[in-house]
């Protein structure tokens, strides 16, 4: 009996969405835009993300030493920080190398050229980037160069500066971005549906004024009342399905024009394929999410209805 | 067995539809209740089939006070009472087939049990050939006895019948009345309302009647008096 039930409920509810179609079609469209918001928070929250793992992968500290440091004690520190437990390892970029690398980046700037023409000498000290095992030990590799006098042979400092502080702030800064947008995403996805299952209680409300008729022999035969209710729920899942189907659909020529556009902001990061990798994942939540709204809202709009009749 | 203990049902002041109602119908029997528009018939019917809740008193199916009922015992207690309106209430895109069976749906009965019952139901009341019509497609008389099928599809103990034939002519009146004598006949309690003299007259049954809420009259084998 328990089948016969669900498929009578089914059947029904399948009736109720086809016979109030332009009733539907509104619910449908309302649901797909909140789902289609819904989705694109998650798209939000990828897109910073990756970035904010881009940024802290390019993070490491850069000790830079003063120019007349010999190589041999510069590669002595590098032993002894390579031994640090934190440290995944250590690149050592030798003065000439540096000023290799800087003429080939400001080849085009003819000014910085001729001034360092000029000066007739390599003015650039030799360096070791330093790259932790996970961000968060920066700190305390930092501190300890800090802390630690590394001197030459003749017993002058021969560290010029550490540069990890001024990376620090820009990843922090990031970060709190990243964590109000979150926030602020989950606020507007929270507004929106309430605002959907608000229009879609009303919409079934209309569905059920619609059949009033029918509930009302409903009553008078003995109906009980999730016999009553269960087909406005499965109209709301249909509702909720559909919208799913839609916003998905929509996602593909949304996602692949959004590609180009956040490309360019952010590093590394293309929207269009993040969704086909994670399709199932994507699609499985907004149908979930489709049917919920679409349940919850109709089973409030049924009950209100049935409470308010005696 | 049905009794009303002193129902009363006050709208305002100056509405009282029912006031201080005694009434007890057996089991077997076919009442007819007549009066006025606004006499409280259907005030009455509404207690009985607890769409309506008394300002005052008690209405009891044998020793079941009817209202005392919690919401999924309501739809059980109805399950023993089949309705026919005066204006049929019949689901249009639903077929013949379909409203009757609807109800045996709504009753939790099995699709075995519907397709043996509702064809049967249907060949009682002569619209064997009709199963498959939707209800515009039928005669006044027709929608009434559809309506009178799925009213006793379920075998119920009590039919109410508020004013049956008010849309009907001559002849569909007759044949209604002779169905629900029928239904009486195999020992279903039948209520009838109606303001049709000629039917009350020559069913020679019980009748009650009302006015402003009141019973005025109440007589074995009556005729239609006000």
């Known amino acids: 009996m328990f089948w016969v039930n669900i498929k009578r409920t089914i059947k029904s509810g399948l009736f109720n969405f086809f016979r109030n179609s332009f009733v539907s079609l509104s619910s449908v469209l309302v649901m797909a835009v909140t789902l289609f918001v819904i989705g694109s928070m998650f798209f939000l929250g990828a897109m910073l993300n990756s970035t904010l793992e881009t940024l802290k992968d390019k993070v490491d500290i850069r000790v830079t030493f003063v120019t007349d440091a010999e190589e041999e004690r510069i590669l002595e520190i590098k032993n002894t920080i390579e031994n640090l437990p934190e440290v995944e390892f250590v690149v050592y970029t030798s003065r000439e190398e540096s000023l290799e690398r800087f003429t080939e980046r400001h080849g085009d700037d003819q000014l910085i050229l001729q001034a360092?023409?000029?000066l007739g000498e390599n003015p650039l000290g030799a360096s070791l980037n330093i790259k932790a095992k996970e961000p968060s030990q920066y700190e305390s590799v930092a501190n300890f160069l800090q802390n630690s006098d590394f001197l030459s042979s003749s017993g002058v400092s021969i560290i010029d500066k550490i540069n990890f502080f001024q990376n620090k702030t820009a990843i922090d800064t990031l970060s709190n971005i990243i964590d109000s947008a979150e926030k602020l995403g989950l606020l507007a996805m929270t507004i929106l549906i309430v605002m959907s299952i608000l229009i879609t209680f009303n919409t079934i409300r209309l569905v059920i004024y619609i059949s009033r008729e029918e509930i009302s022999v409903m009553k008078l035969v003995g109906a009980s009342s999730s016999f009553i209710k269960g087909p406005f729920v499965v109209s709301g899942i249909i509702y909720g399905i559909s919208a799913a189907i839609l916003s998905i659909i929509l996602f593909f020529p949304a996602t692949f024009w959004a590609?180009?556009?956040?490309?360019?902001?952010f590093?590394?990061?293309?929207?269009?394929?993040?969704?086909?990798?994670n399709f199932i994942q994507i699609a499985l939540i907004l149908i979930l999410a489709g049917i919920a709204i679409g349940a919850v809202s109709s089973y409030l709009a049924a009950s209100r209805y049935l409470r308010n009749s005696y | 067995m049905i009794h009303f203990d002193k129902v009363s049902k006050i709208y305002s002041d100056s509405s009282i539809a029912l006031e201080e109602v005694n009434l007890s119908i057996e089991p077997n029997e076919f009442v007819s209740i007549v009066g006025h528009s606004g006499a409280g018939k259907t005030t009455l019917l509404k207690m009985l089939l607890a769409e309506d809740r008394?300002?005052?008193g008690r209405v009891f199916l044998e020793s079941v006070d009817i209202h005392s009922l919690r919401k999924n015992e309501v739809a059980l207690y109805r399950r023993r009472i089949g309705v026919v309106f005066q204006d049929f209430r019949l689901l249009p895109h639903k077929t013949v087939f379909e409203n009757v069976s609807f109800a045996?749906?709504?009753a939790g009965r099995t699709d075995e049990e519907i397709s043996s019952d509702v064809p049967y139901v249907l060949e009682l009341v002569d619209l064997g050939k009709k199963l498959w019509s939707f209800p515009h497609e039928l005669s006044g008389g027709e929608k009434?006895?559809?309506?009178?099928?799925?009213?006793?599809?379920n075998q119920p103990d009590i039919v109410i019948a508020d004013e049956p034939t008010g849309n009907l002519d001559p002849i569909n009146t007759f044949e209604i009345v002779q169905i629900l004598k029928k239904i009486n006949d195999l020992g279903t309690m039948v209520i009838l309302t109606t303001h049709n003299k000629g039917v009350i007259d020559s069913l020679g049954k019980r009748v009650i009647s009302m006015e402003q809420g009141k019973i005025i009259r109440d007589s074995k084998e009556g005729r239609y008096v006000l």
Request: hydrophobic share 50%.
């Open chain 2, 104 to 106: 045996m749906e709504a």
């Open chain 1, 267 to 277: 590093v590394e990061f293309n929207v269009f394929d993040y969704y086909l990798a």
């Open chain 2, 144 to 153: 009434q006895r559809v309506a009178i099928a799925r009213a006793i599809v």
């Open chain 1, 116 to 118: 360092l023409e000029e």
């Open chain 1, 259 to 265: 590609a180009d556009a956040t490309r360019r902001f």
């Open chain 2, 54 to 56: 008394p300002t005052k």
